[in-house]
């Protein structure tokens, strides 16, 4: 079975622009969950998706954002970059929605922002 | 407040030179541990999930164990191919009775050959 999937694996952009990082889960998870990560920071949540519907959220600014698809698939958008969102992103898939009791988490490769 | 604190934060080891690293926890309401391993550039790997306190888990050279308030990495006789960052993540609830997971920053391991 595939793993977790992100596109583009390295990304570089200048302050102010705009840029969509993509995923695509594992084969029959419905949950999909992004990270940042950065060095000292560690893996800071930004939000989970489930049902094409956001259900959490982490604390970061409006110019963060998401969406799910019907087939699981999910993006993510940052607008109006800043140097500090320079970061791994990691795109996390779970089979259950975030009402289960627990489930596992499976992360993909994740995408490399660099902001100049 | 739900935390995860990780300890040591680096730790070099020589081959076969067997050690433990830590993650001690507090968070209402546990419904599970993770282990998982990151190699650098790269996304986390999981590697187990501990449940309840007493359950021990093993994968070739490590051994995961949990009690109420931590839960310890065993690693024996490790290769240089064991050097990575491990991290570890407790699952609980929040106010929405959704999971949460909170992370920990991290144990970096090296081995030297």
């Known amino acids: 079975k595939a793993g977790v999937t992100q596109t583009p694996r390295y990304l570089i952009k200048t302050r102010g622009q705009q840029v969509t990082l993509s995923c695509s889960p594992i084969s029959g998870h419905r949950s999909v969950s992004w990270y940042q990560q950065t060095p000292g920071q560690g893996l800071q949540f930004l939000f989970e998706y489930f049902s094409e519907t956001q259900r959490n959220k982490g604390n970061f600014p409006g110019r963060f954002s998401g969406r799910q698809f019907s087939n699981s698939r999910s993006e993510m958008n940052v607008s109006t970059l800043e140097l500090g969102d320079s970061a791994l992103y990691l795109c996390?898939?779970?089979?259950?929605?975030?009402?289960?009791?627990?489930?596992?988490?499976?992360f993909g490769p994740g995408t490399r922002l660099t902001v100049l | 407040e739900d935390q995860v604190t990780q300890s040591p934060e680096a730790l070099r080891l020589q081959e076969g030179e067997s050690s433990s690293l830590n993650c001690s926890y507090t968070?209402?309401?546990?419904?599970?541990l993770f282990w998982y391993r990151q190699d650098p550039g790269k996304g986390p790997e999981f590697l187990f999930t501990l449940y309840s306190a007493g359950e021990e888990k093993e994968k070739e050279r490590l051994k995961a164990t949990l009690t109420k308030k931590e839960s310890f990495l065993h690693i024996t006789a490790p290769k240089p191919e064991d050097s990575a960052t491990y991290l570890c993540a407790v699952q609980g609830v929040d106010a929405g009775n959704n999971r949460k997971l909170i992370w920990g920053l991290g144990t970096s391991l090296g081995v030297n050959p």
């Open positions: 996390a898939s779970s089979l259950l929605g975030p009402g289960s009791r627990t489930d596992t988490q499976y």
């Open positions: 968070v209402s309401g546990l419904r599970g």
